[in-house]
Nanobody, 124 residues
């Protein structure tokens, strides 16, 4: 079992930046494909980005391409999401999640490990 804890959320003005972090409880996270998801009020959870365990392969949903960057530091058991040029529509609770196998999937059901989430609010 791997516990995940997100941090770095907050309130930011449109056009600003935030960096989310996801700290894992075990070094085993270094073998997991890690993803970021988000859920806005009244909406379903959606995939944002993912990264394979080596860090060599990343994948983003179209709406955040060139705006968000996912990365990882396996020595620190941490996954990051740098979010630039934030927009009000990026307001959501952001969750990090982990899955076995080095195949990136957009479906949350493929990820057995989840954090509690961190709130990101972008004001206009």
């Amino acid at each position: 079992q791997v516990q995940l804890v997100e941090s770095g959320g907050g309130l930011v003005q449109a056009g600003g930046s935030l960096r989310l972090s996801c700290l894992a409880s075990r070094r085993a996270v270094s073998s997991l494909t890690m993803g970021w998801f988000r859920q806005a009020p009244g909406k379903e959870r959606e995939f944002v980005a993912a990264i394979t365990w080596t860090g060599y392969t990343t994948y983003y949903t179209d709406s955040v391409k060139a705006l968000f960057t996912i990365s990882r530091d396996n020595a620190k058991k941490t996954v990051y999401e740098q979010m630039n040029r934030l927009r009000p529509e990026d307001t959501a609770v952001y969750y990090c999640a982990g899955k076995h196998l080095a195949i990136i999937r957009e479906s949350g059901s493929e990820y057995p490990f989840w954090g509690q989430g961190t709130q990101v609010t972008v004001s206009s």
